[in-house]
């Protein structure tokens, strides 16, 4: 004991290693829109303090937090802002139901299920305008948001049909987290991933089980639910990783950052032995590019010019770089780091009502800057930034697996990796 | 990943040596906690401000006589003319705009009105060049209602015992008692962010048009934004205005720092925020590469490294009930041993802590347990030998060390 | 909004008073503005007394604002003394009735670890009971669920009524009330010298440190309630008490770790109890008998700090990992027993003394020894004592009557949660039923000045203007101001610029601000590593580099006592 007498400061997310220098506050995007929000600093660390002599310090106004983790990547001490507010969340919210407009717009999941089976039923009844005004007035949610339409056809359900049984041919295996978005919104970015993956002779591979990642659960306070979903994740992936040998790709960054970091310091749930083999496919394929280990060989005529915009968590997790040096790969992109600035949506954040406004005014230095950019196309690595930019500027936002995969001379990618068709 | 040059810290040295290199070609990666600590400069930049207790003129001219350890002895008191002439144009190309020369100091107006030797002012900023002969004589200190991190009073008051007339003019616009609403969040930083549209900035010009009738100078504590806000504002009021810093977060400072950041990744500079090097490979004399925090097991390769991690407040260096250590590859460092010398009784007086750092040799190269590291230097406030509180020379240090290492890197 | 008890006016009218219009005569005259002191001139004032206090410096600067604030059950003296043990249950719980916004009921846990004797504990507990303390033997895993700080390895537990309290609000609720019932208090007032005509003390003679003026008051009777300070009183009077300093040191962390007080269920020893008091966490005490010469020499150790720690970590293991933001040191005023002619025994409960009696001087009364714990206690007695001399005879009714704050209809913390803001609701924290004095109708009123602790311009305002607040290091007693973390990084010069702007003198506070910012740094630079030394850096970065401070002031030889 005596041994390690004051060599580190170990407290909850480090919120003792706070030196009050306030940097945190001049990057927080909700701070700078309103007043109601008491800041990051007063709301995560100085309010620890009170909140750990009485819960009854809480403030109902932490849950304008987006949890975009800006504060936390800006915090020159190590300081978990954004997990310190989220904790005091989930306390003050145990015993509380949500309300059915979040539990709704939490369960991504659920919700994508019944949209499938009847996707061009609910595609129109989610766009229509007396739709939108019921769900404006009715369950709060801005009758400005479009939903992101939904596809007919589940991605798993593709998966099993048109792919499932040629993965086992390749000669390495990956396994793929798709996450909701994938599944039930935009299967065609999953599909992409199988294309790219393929090209370089990776079999890619569904988990056992996969349930919604539960950042939306975490955000609308449904821990229980987060966590019971983030078990039944926990174990597939255990499963993928440590049985099969598999490395767990995933296409999202919200999802990625919820399972490798989330998990452990929002819902308590061990991720460590795994979650080094949980990452986002463009940091996999810079590796195997890095060490010789695979060849791309891109279309000769491809020529976009691309933003490439920063997702919050992205950037929280650091990872930004390798979308970027991959899109750099591309000979014919010209391509455009835009400044890292929120978007403002923050999953479902956004599309409450009364958040309308707010993240709205968040997002605007960025549409700006994307405005001001003359692009054609956006790349992220995040769904919820694609519907906000797209809903605020016009400006079409792919993921950029989507833009390797569109840029891949596929035929000349295989033979150079040596894949047999 | 493999760069030319991996950088640790993203602050002042940091950035302006990964701007140097990146100029010159090079694949450069900015490896860096969180924002550094030019948040708290207030718009001026120090290359020599006090020797011995007493101001300096010259900065140039008084290099010569610093003891050997100071960094400016290491990189040559010749070079300092030159090396700071590189300095001021590359913040220019960076778009940041200051008035001032190596050869004579300027005084800055600090929040509390004192009167503090400068080498580099903001253009928008206070500066006087001579107290003797002050450029003005009639003042109107525009206090903006409900801020409290520009000390008024003190400021009028010492600008007053420098001998102007002072003319304290409280005011507030719709905006501005707006933001007030929220009990925690009124700092500099966060007016800066509501002045920048033009029926905001009109509204600032007409409460200074109304009440500042007989100055000669305006001055408004620096919550403008950009060069754009400072513009605009001065285009609408009929008087000069300048600013005066504040206690941080320092919207100049703010700015700077993302300017740098800007014009670095418009080099192709790759800029990690948010991640901290944590630990690095040597082999035999020569560091390999590093690995940090969220790139995990893909450690960063390259030929050069350079350390721009600060001083104990960014954590570049370490104390802890023990000993003062350098945090990631525990470098040699020149501090006492015993924790009782790390510190003074009076706050006021100079701490020996202030003048910790690593050792370096002739070229800022770091060393580990005797050994120097050949591709490893160190820049900006790591650097042991000086005490930028009590000298007024840390953005000097940092700014002329991170050139000299970066002149070093790109002649081997 | 609860029930205005005395109207604002009033009140204003009370503290508007200025310090340097003195009365020439006063039925006592009290020295000493600690807890004691304050107590018998709050109990002096309730009978009716003509009623002055001085105080050389601020309020509660002796050991009445250097101990643990815990307010003790009387479970530590249980086994070694009996007497003090009965005194202090009964304080306890006559405190938590009429000091109810001081006190914070967390109750306490005595343990004992693998390196202790089980066996004691049966002993503590026959003590506990005979003394009339609850104790309530628990099983060691009951004690690691009650309280997960406690070092896991414990052998056995018991809880008792121990509770933290905050000594510096019990002050000036104290005065409060004194002032309230017509009496005068004065800091910055220091006694130079006994007026004595005959054997009979007749007044003191003072200096007004804060104008440099030279007074005499006259008074009845003198109660010298000065603590360890108490031996020099007596000096001036011509009257010798043996008093033995002994000095105990304590760290401060940055935040709870425990929500119960922790003891040691041993003989009392080094650093054996473990404090929540508000937002952070007090260990100690150390304890060396010192010469009476360096009682005014407060600063803290090496070693002391050492064997804080080490002896601290051994209570609750995750101290060894968490921030202390300052070390502190006080002296206990320990008298020698008057029935022992060597001088060399101590008496360990309260001692007062009517000089009279005792030495044959008229007029002259010494409350000393006891606790802080049994100030109101010690009043009591003191003032039967100066009642006695005086012919009154009204009852003494400070075990019963609230202190001005603690009313009984004042609002608890939970129902403020829902409708206040966090500075608000940290002031109700600190005020009571006083906070609705805090102005807090407009935006400027609530923005916050210190963000650690949650002081607000209002509440600022109110410590200046009906608190005595003079200077920034009597607005943190009163507030809270610059206790946090940082230690006044950024509120320290905000409120220091208020200070300026509320008493016209923006130099001044500019001074001030300096030697609160040294004041500070005393208390950190004995722990001044890891994240304290990161913050004193940024401090200096702030004020020095920054701002130029140490070139508008001139510190050199300069030692505050405030």
């Given at each position: ?421 | ?358 050792k370096t040799d002739g070229d800022l190269r770091c060393i580990k347990q005797g050994k120097t ?40 | ?326 070390a502190y040191a006080g002296v206990r005023p320990l008298v020698a027993s008057d029935d022992d ?222």
């Amino acid at each position: 004991m005596a041994d390690k007498m004051q060599l580190c400061n170990i407290s909850a997310n480090n919120f003792e290693q706070c030196t009050k220098c306030s940097i945190c506050t001049t990057v927080c995007p909700v701070a700078a829109v309103t007043t109601d929000y008491p800041g990051p600093k007063q709301a995560g660390p100085d309010g620890e303090r009170y909140r750990l002599k009485d819960p009854a310090y809480y403030d109902k106004m932490l849950k304008l937090c987006l949890n975009c983790k800006r504060c936390e990547v800006a915090c020159p001490s190590g300081v978990h802002i954004a997990d310190i507010i989220q904790r005091a969340r989930m306390k003050a919210g145990e015993g509380k139901r949500a309300s059915l407009r979040d539990t709704m717009l939490a369960n991504t999941d659920l919700l994508g299920t019944v949209a499938n089976l009847v996707a061009p039923v609910a595609n129109a009844a989610l766009g229509l305008k007396p739709t939108k005004l019921v769900m404006d007035s009715v369950m709060a949610i801005d009758k400005h948001r479009t939903f992101p339409a939904y596809s007919r056809t589940k991605f798993e359900t593709w998966f099993k049909r048109h792919a499932a049984d040629s993965q086992e041919a390749y000669p390495h295996h990956v396994s793929y987290f798709h996450g909701c978005y994938v599944n039930y919104n935009f299967p065609k970015l999953g599909q992409d991933l199988v294309k790219l993956m393929n090209a370089v002779g990776y079999g890619v591979h569904l988990l056992d089980k996969e349930q919604c990642c539960g950042v939306a659960l975490i955000a609308n306070g449904l821990y229980k639910q987060a966590k019971r979903q983030g078990n039944v994740n926990a174990t597939s992936i255990r499963h993928a990783v440590k049985d099969e040998r598999h490395t767990v790709l995933t296409t999202s960054s919200s999802c990625t950052f919820n399972l490798r970091d989330e998990y452990p310091a929002v819902l308590g749930i061990d991720t460590s032995d795994v979650r080094d083999s949980i990452m986002l496919a463009t940091r996999f394929l810079y590796r195997l590019v890095e060490d010789g280990d695979i060849k791309l060989i891109f279309k000769q005529d491809y020529k976009h010019r691309v933003a490439y915009h920063t997702a919050c968590h992205m950037q929280r997790m650091g990872w930004h770089l390798y979308s970027i040096e991959m899109l750099r790969m591309i000979p014919g992109l010209d391509l455009v780091v835009l400044d890292q600035e929120c978007c403002g949506i923050s999953g479902t954040y956004g599309f409450k009502k009364e958040n309308y406004e707010r993240s709205q005014a968040i997002g605007s230095t960025l549409f700006k800057q994307i405005e001001q950019a003359r692009v054609e196309v956006v790349a992220t690595d995040c769904e919820t930034c694609k519907w906000q930019i797209e809903m605020s500027t016009g400006v079409p936002v792919e993921n950029p697996v989507s833009i390797l995969a569109d840029a891949l001379d596929v035929e000349a990618t295989r033979k150079a990796n040596g894949v047999k068709d | 990943m493999r760069m030319d040059t991996v950088i640790m810290g993203g602050g002042l040295s940091g950035l302006v040596c990964g701007i140097a290199l990146a100029k010159r070609g090079q694949r450069v990666a900015i490896v860096t906690t969180g924002q550094s600590t030019l948040l708290f400069n207030g718009g001026s930049m120090e290359l020599l401000g006090c020797v011995d207790g007493k101001a300096v003129t010259s900065p140039v001219d008084a290099v010569a006589a610093l003891p050997e350890e100071h960094p400016y002895r290491k990189i040559g008191a010749e070079r300092i003319a030159d090396l700071a002439g590189q300095a001021k144009s590359l913040l220019s190309d960076a778009g940041i705009q200051m008035e001032g020369t190596a050869t004579a100091n300027h005084w800055r107006v600090t929040p509390m009105g004192v009167a503090k030797p400068a080498w580099l002012t903001l253009k928008s900023h206070l500066r006087i060049d001579d107290l003797d002969k002050l450029p003005c004589k009639r003042l109107a200190l525009m206090c903006v209602k409900g801020f409290f991190d520009e000390p008024n009073g003190m400021l009028a008051n010492g600008l007053r015992e420098m001998g102007f007339d002072v003319e304290m003019i409280e005011f507030t616009t719709d905006d501005i008692t707006a933001l007030r609403r929220s009990p925690s969040e009124m700092r500099a930083s966060s007016l800066a962010k509501h002045l920048l549209s033009n029926s905001s900035l009109q509204r600032v010009a007409d409460e200074i048009n109304r009440h500042a009738g007989n100055a000669d100078v305006v001055l408004l504590p620096n919550v403008l934004a950009d060069e754009d806000s400072y513009e605009t504002l001065q285009s609408m009021v009929n008087k000069p205005l300048r600013q005066v810093a504040t206690l941080p977060p320092a919207v100049a400072g703010n700015r700077m720092q993302s300017l740098l950041r800007h014009y670095f990744q418009m080099l192709g500079g790759t800029y990690l925020m948010g991640d901290t090097a944590v630990g690095g490979t040597l082999d035999g004399a020569r560091l390999v590469s590093i690995t940090t925090a969220k790139l995990g097991d893909m450690p960063l390769k390259a030929d050069e490294f350079v350390l721009a991690t600060g001083s104990f407040i960014s954590r570049g260096l370490v104390a802890d009930y023990e000993r003062v250590y350098e945090p990631i590859l525990d470098l040699d460092v020149d501090a006492d041993a015993d924790r009782e010398q790390w510190t003074r009784f009076g706050i006021l007086e100079p701490q020996a802590y202030s003048r910790y750092g690593v050792k370096t040799d002739g070229d800022l190269r770091c060393i580990k347990q005797g050994k120097t590291i050949h591709n490893l230097r160190a820049i900006g406030s790591v650097l042991s030998g000086h005490d930028a509180i009590k000298m007024g020379d840390g953005t000097g240090v940092s700014l002329l060390t991170a050139l000299a290492a970066t002149q070093s890197i790109l002649e081997k | 909004m609860w029930p205005e008890l005395i109207s604002f006016a009033t009140l204003n009218a009370l503290f508007m008073v200025t310090n340097e219009v003195y009365s020439t005569e006063y039925d006592v005259i009290i020295i000493g503005g600690g807890a004691t002191g304050a107590g018998t001139a709050r109990d002096c004032a309730l009978r009716g007394l003509k009623v002055l206090l001085v105080e050389r410096n601020d309020y509660s600067t002796g050991a009445t604002g250097r101990n643990h604030g815990l307010m003790h059950s009387g479970a530590r003296y249980a086994v070694t003394d009996g007497e003090s043990a009965s005194e202090c249950i009964s304080e306890n719980m006559i405190l938590r009735r009429i000091a109810r916004h001081c006190v914070e009921e967390t109750d306490g846990l005595f343990i004992t670890l693998p390196e202790d004797d089980l066996g004691y504990q049966r002993t503590f507990v026959e003590a506990c009971q005979r003394a009339g303390i609850r104790a309530d033997v628990i099983d060691p895993a009951e004690a690691r669920v009650l309280e997960p700080a406690v070092n896991p390895e414990l052998t056995g537990a018991v809880r008792i009524p121990d509770a933290s309290i905050d000594p510096f609000r019990l002050t000036v609720a104290n005065l409060l009330d004194a002032r309230l019932h017509g009496a005068e208090t004065l800091n910055y007032h220091e006694v130079e010298g006994m007026i004595i005509n005959q054997n009979r003390v007749e007044g003191v003679k003072l200096l007004n440190k804060r104008n440099g003026e030279h007074v005499e008051v006259r008074g009845h009777v003198v109660v010298n309630a000065c603590g360890i300070w108490g031996q020099r009183i007596a000096e001036m009077a011509g009257v010798k008490i043996s008093m033995f300093p002994a000095r105990g040191a304590l760290l401060i962390f940055g935040h709870r770790v425990n929500n119960m007080v922790i003891n040691r269920c041993r003989k009392p020893a080094n650093a054996d109890i473990l404090v929540p008091d508000d937002t952070v966490c007090v260990i100690g005490t150390t304890s060396d008998r010192i010469p009476i010469e360096t009682v005014d020499d407060m600063r803290v150790t090496r070693e002391e700090v050492d064997v804080l720690l080490r002896e601290g970590v051994k209570i609750a293991p995750s101290l060894a990992t968490t921030r202390i933001i300052r070390a502190y040191a006080g002296v206990r005023p320990l008298v020698a027993s008057d029935d022992d002619p060597s001088g060399r025994s101590i008496s360990r409960g309260i001692v007062c003394l009517d000089h009279a009696q005792r030495d044959g001087l008229e007029g002259l009364i010494t409350i000393t020894g006891g606790k802080m714990m049994t100030y109101r206690l010690m009043g009591e007695i003191a003032t039967n004592a100066v009642c006695a001399k005086l012919g009154n005879t009204a009852p003494c009714v400070t075990a019963t009557q609230p202190l001005p704050g603690s009313e009984e209809d004042a609002p608890s913390q939970s129902d403020m949660t829902k409708r206040y803001s966090f500075g608000q609701r940290a002031a109700i924290g600190r005020h009571g039923s006083l906070a609705a004095r805090i102005e807090k109708d407009n935006d400027i009123d609530n923005a916050l000045v210190c963000e650690c602790e949650g002081v607000t311009v209002g509440e600022i305002k109110y410590a200046v203007n009906q608190l005595h607040v003079h200077n920034l290091v009597n607005l943190r007693r009163r507030t809270r101001v610059g206790m946090g973390t940082c230690q006044g990084k950024l509120c320290s010069c905000r409120a220091a610029s208020l200070l300026g702007e509320l008493n016209h003198d923006v130099r001044g506070a500019q001074e001030d601000l300096a030697a609160f910012l040294d004041e500070r740094w005393k208390g950190m630079r004995p722990v001044a590593w890891g994240d304290t030394l990161r913050e004193a850096q940024l401090t200096a970065a702030i004020y020095e580099g920054l701002c130029g401070l140490d070139m508008a002031v001139d510190r050199t030889g300069k030692e505050d006592v405030q």
